[in-house]
């Protein structure tokens, strides 16, 4: 019997596993999916992730940022990262670089479905495999919290994202985040001609149709050619009743998400892992529920205040205007998304 079954190959699952191999637990990687494995994200490491990543061994390569910097048209907003850089990488460029952290650490992913999970009062068995815990690190629309009655319904407007690259060289040292009535648009640098462009909004339209609504964006793009294809992901929100169930333990998005308008996607999944593996060596799932809370705590105030200024309260016209007009006040919002603690 190994000590932990993590089910996922994205960036929480392997966090998660190298964190277990590296406080000396047995573990085995379950990832059906070949690496490198594409996702419709908006591709920007916030600095707490850039750190993390590099703590664990991880060999990055990307395009730095300085900061985020908001725009709506008539208004601009730049706050400064106060420690660190951000990092823009590609989604593919990173799952390759987990996939050879992970082979270097010696830790097996084994490509297999989850299936059944069974458990006792000492272990749990998935796919053949019997361990002590499982970690449950399968994404947004994790199968594991819906087979184990984890999940539950979203009562406001579902919101969805869609990402495409365009081969343009970087305009900006910041992550832009260009707001209109219909939406967001984030653009992040990734390599010295490309930039991604992500659009969040509840309204289920065309790529094409999305973009329309950022005209400011649309001139910043000068023309460029689309170079990679429109991919989405959605609903984003997705709520869990609890992070542990017996002795499977939810991590990243599978534990429960609220909206990808602060970029802190990555930074808390690794963050979670951490805390997972710490729970394990001492045995104690019981106290993952708490650490869990902890380390997202920011997070979900910061980015449900938003989306309800941006939902219900109808003030999301405001937002960059008041960034501006209270600098002290954006960047301090941006350091605690840039360092959640």
């Known amino acids: 019997m190994i000590d932990l079954l993590v089910v996922g190959g994205g960036p929480a699952g392997i966090a998660t ?41 991880v060999d990055l390569e990307g395009r730095p940022f300085t900061g985020i910097r908001y725009v709506d048209g008539r208004h601009e907003a730049v706050a400064a990262f106060r ?67 984890l999940g539950r319904p979203s009562r406001r407007r579902a919101r969805y994202g869609l990402r495409v690259h365009y081969g343009a060289a970087p305009w900006s040292d910041e992550v832009e985040v260009h707001w209109s009535s219909h939406g967001e648009a984030y653009v992040t640098p990734v390599g010295p001609d490309l930039v991604g462009v992500a659009v969040l909004s509840s309204e289920r339209r065309t790529y094409q149709d999305q973009l329309a609504a950022f005209p400011v964006l649309i001139e910043r793009l000068g023309g460029s050619a689309p170079e990679t294809a429109v991919r989405g992901a959605g609903p984003l929100r997705q709520r869990a009743s609890a992070r542990v169930a017996g002795r499977v333990l939810l991590v990243g998005d599978a534990a429960g998400y609220v909206d990808a308008i602060t970029g802190e996607g990555i930074a808390l999944a690794l963050a979670e892992a951490k805390a997972l593996v710490r729970c394990v060596v001492a ?49 301090a919002l941006v350091d605690a998304l840039a360092h959640p603690r």
């Not at 573990?27 to 707490?48: F, I, Q, S």
């Not at 460029?93 to 989850?114: F, W, Y």
């Not at 405001?318 to 007009?325: E, L």
């Open 283 to 331: 045995d104690r799932p019981d106290a993952y529920e708490r650490d869990w809370r902890r380390a997202t705590r920011s997070y979900r105030m910061i980015t449900e205040a938003l989306i309800l200024a941006r939902g219900p309260l109808h003030l999301g016209r405001a937002i960059v205007p008041a960034a501006q007009r209270l600098p002290r006040a954006f960047e």
């Open 17 to 57: 596993a190298l964190h277990a191999a590296a406080a000396g637990l047995e573990v085995e990687v379950l990832e059906p999916r070949r690496a490198p494995v594409d996702k419709a994200c908006g591709e920007g490491l916030m600095p707490a992730a850039v750190a993390a990543l590099r703590a664990l061994g």
């Open 83 to 149: 420690s660190g850089t951000g990092l823009g990488v590609r989604r593919t460029c990173l799952s390759a670089a987990l996939h050879a952290r992970l082979s270097a650490a010696g830790v097996e992913m084994v490509d297999r479905t989850i299936g059944t999970i069974t458990q006792t009062d000492r272990s749990v068995t998935a796919a053949g495999v019997t361990a002590r815990y499982l970690a449950a690190a399968d994404g947004l629309h994790s199968p594991i919290r819906r087979q184990l009655g």
